[in-house]
């Protein structure tokens, strides 16, 4: 049995060639299948508007839905009554503002609205909400306390990242930065974020005199937001600095309004200036986005990818894990796909932060790690994107996997970051998915700290097992 075994099938005779495996029907390439046409015009609000209207970036944004009564102005009797009352309701107890461009709002499927992935995503319903985990703060990642400077973030040795505004194209409910993003809310008084010169002078001065500093991250808020010329004077000003070696502008606008990048030829253009003057210094400027469900991904979003991909800027995603949005194999496959034949690398999968307000949104750790082990191996390595917990309390992002201790029954996962804050760091899976008896456990501050106290020892005496049985140092 130890001899070599023949591997792969008989050669192919010169007219006929043996397919080892049937051919696959190209129509179940659900992935190259996109939305196209006016699938607007079934809303009724938009029923007479033309294509070149609506793939205006300025008239999607001052058409966008920003309260419930523009929501049913636009939707009108697509929806039962009910379901503004309940979407009423739902605006008046979150922590996010509410802005739905014209273009998400017509791929909701309002026939089920409850249901429907981008609806789930970015309109709140009361009916569905649930308490939020006993373990939450509203910055659950320590990005203030990490904070040298308003805005600016340092919590890994070589790179930070710069809020550079408080606005986003589209306002996602489940957004880590509920605590500045977006207007003021009934739950929620801003930290606020603006767009002024002096707090970005203070932030350039403190990355210009931190040597170890290589790589920025522009984000917000959104890089959407910015003006051209705010684009091109923090692209500058980075570029010029002799440490920065690496820049990501980071915006979810493809994913929410991707007509921008066909008809703000000045934001563009300002982008793709900043990444030429980068490529002849040598240093790599990006674009990372934000798409959640393939469902974002129209014939519009292609054509506005395809733009960017001749201006040869690389396009990497970053999606989080939501229940009833993309927590299932299927749906996180087509869109690992989807983006790939977009030519967006799909980078990271982040395990839904403990986020005010969405628990509903939630899943368990172990969920990310049934749709890794799944999405691994559909497709190049490079567009398989890594399932990260991004670790409450400013542990940074960690692998999902890589969990010092996970007790399944508590929902209580333990990561460590040695190499970016000493300590242990934990995740709490959703309360309302554990077994009734552990749902009780979690009514009592005393029972709590008794949960937590065993997984870390549990944690502590894994790490001394496996340090006895490696020779890594
Ligand atoms: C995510 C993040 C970064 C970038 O991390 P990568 O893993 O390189 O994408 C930098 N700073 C902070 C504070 C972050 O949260
Ligand atoms: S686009 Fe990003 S920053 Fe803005 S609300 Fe959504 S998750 Fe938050």
Redo the contacts with the bound molecule.
């Keep these: 049995m130890d001899q070599l075994k023949t591997i792969g099938a008989k050669p192919a005779s010169e007219d006929t060639i043996q397919h080892i495996k049937p051919r696959v029907d190209p129509a179940t390439l659900h992935h190259r299948q996109l939305l196209d046409g006016a699938f607007w015009t079934k809303i009724p609000a938009y029923r007479t508007v033309d294509e070149a209207t609506f793939l205006d970036h300025s008239w999607q944004a001052k058409n966008s839905i920003t309260n419930p009564q523009k929501l049913l102005a636009a939707v009108q009797d697509l929806v039962p009554k009910a379901f503004y009352e309940d979407v009423e309701q739902g605006f008046h107890r979150s922590p996010m503002s509410i802005r739905v461009s014209p273009y998400l709002l017509s791929l909701i499927d309002w026939s089920d609205p409850y249901n429907d992935p981008l609806r789930r995503q970015f309109v709140p319903v009361a009916s569905r909400l649930l308490p939020d985990h006993p373990k939450l703060t509203l910055d659950s990642?320590h990005?203030q306390a990490?904070a040298p400077v308003p805005g600016l973030?340092h919590?890994?040795p070589d790179?930070?990242?710069f809020l550079s505004l408080d606005t986003c194209p589209v306002y996602c409910r489940f957004c880590t930065r509920s605590y500045a993003v977006g207007v003021d809310t009934d739950v929620v008084d801003k930290v606020s974020l603006k767009a002024t010169e002096d707090r970005w002078e203070a932030a350039f001065r403190y990355i210009s005199e931190r040597p170890e500093l290589e790589?920025i991250?522009v984000s917000g808020g959104d890089s959407y937001q910015l003006k051209a010329r705010q684009i091109t004077l923090i692209g500058n000003r980075l570029l010029e600095m002799p440490n920065i070696r690496r820049i990501r502008f980071a915006t979810k606008g493809p994913a929410v309004m991707p007509m921008k990048l066909i008809t703000d030829t000045e934001w563009v253009d300002a982008l793709t200036a900043v990444v030429e003057r980068g490529r002849k210094l040598h240093k790599e400027v990006v674009l990372h986005t934000h798409f959640n469900h393939p469902n974002e991904i129209t014939a519009i979003t292609k054509r506005a990818l395809d733009g960017v991909f001749e201006r040869g800027i690389i396009v990497r995603n970053q999606s989080v894990l939501q229940r009833g949005v993309n927590d299932s194999v299927a749906t996180m496959q087509l869109l690992v796909k989807r983006l790939g034949h977009c030519q967006v690398h799909p980078?990271?999968v982040y395990v839904h932060d403990l986020v005010k307000g969405v628990e509903d949104l939630r899943t368990t750790l172990q969920t990310a790690l049934d749709i890794e082990k799944a999405v691994r191996g559909v497709t190049a390595g490079f567009h398989t994107p890594t399932f990260v917990v991004?670790a409450p309390g400013g542990g940074?992002?960690r692998v999902a996997h890589s969990f010092e201790h996970y007790d399944r029954e508590t929902g209580i996962s333990v990561f460590a970051a040695p190499s970016v804050k000493p300590g242990f760091f934990l995740y709490f899976d959703p309360i309302d998915t554990l077994s009734a008896e552990v749902q009780e456990r979690w009514k009592s501050p005393a029972e709590q700290d008794k949960m937590v106290e065993l997984a870390i020892a549990q944690a502590k005496a894994n790490q001394q097992a496996s340090a006895r049985a490696s020779s890594v140092r």
């Design positions: 990642l990005e990490d973030t919590r890994y790179k930070a990242l790589d991250v980078y990271y991004d940074g992002k």
